[in-house]
């Protein structure tokens, strides 16, 4: 097996690899550059959530000790973020596909979407809370818990993002499949590829329902899809 540029015999021989790196390092070190980030960038890509994981792109990898005491790594996001993955689910994964690099150009397509609302639930939460700042605050959409910290306010799709993607896709005979490298592991899409992408953003934007969740609302969510109507069909 491949990942990145090492080759491998076995499944064992990645895991090794992988755990020898985080121990080069040590416990609490951050890996930013190089080729061992290339390395785990392209090990983290093969993670069967890595897309919903990768959120705004990946600034920095750290090595983390986890709950069984053993040496793991977590993702830093570029908006500062901290999650952690399995490694050892990443080498068992696969190497993403083209249809994983749509839907990742398709979600850089509409983040400013995502910000302007945020921004706007800032501002609108300002007007009803005059000791509020008017960037940190919002109200959780789920458990209407007050939140002070930009960080742990998360945009969600009320009708799922990939519900969306599927009806705008669906029937087209110009759907991209080469795709321009962001920056680490975030792809976006060609400038021969802007009508897609415009009319693409103009469907999000008319069909779209964002709310705020909190932190704890939005892991619930995407575990177990607890909250709000996600399943509801869509009018398209
Ligand atoms: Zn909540």
């Not at 706007?120 to 300002?126: G, I, L, Q, T, W």
């Amino acid at each position: 097996m491949v990942i990145g540029n090492k080759e491998f015999k076995s499944q064992k021989g990645a895991i090794e690899y992988t755990r020898a790196i985080a121990r080069k390092y040590g416990s609490l070190a951050y890996i930013h550059g190089g080729d061992d980030f290339e390395y785990l960038m392209a090990l983290f890509e093969r993670h069967p959530k890595s897309i919903k994981k990768l959120g705004c792109g990946i600034r920095a990898f750290k090595v983390i000790t986890n709950f069984g005491g053993h040496l793991a790594f977590s993702i830093i996001r570029m908006d500062g973020t901290e999650d952690d993955f399995s490694f050892i689910s990443c080498v068992k994964g696969k190497e993403r596909s083209g249809k994983a690099y749509l839907k990742e150009a398709m979600r850089q397509a509409i983040a400013l979407q995502v910000s302007v609302f945020k921004e706007y639930k800032a501002m609108e939460f300002k007007a009803l809370h005059p000791d509020a700042d008017g960037v940190n605050d919002f109200e959780c959409d789920g458990c209407k818990v007050r939140i002070n910290q930009s960080l742990d306010a998360h945009v969600d799709h009320v009708i799922e993002f990939s519900r969306l993607q599927e009806a705008f896709i669906e029937g087209r005979n110009d759907i991209p499949k080469i795709f321009n490298d962001r920056y680490h592991g975030l792809k976006e899409f060609r400038l021969s590829d802007m009508n897609f992408s415009d009319e693409w953003e103009k469907f999000h934007g008319e069909e779209t329902i964002f709310r705020i969740l909190c932190s704890v609302c939005n892991s619930m969510r995407l575990t177990k899809n607890l909250i709000g109507d996600g399943k509801r069909s869509l009018n398209v």
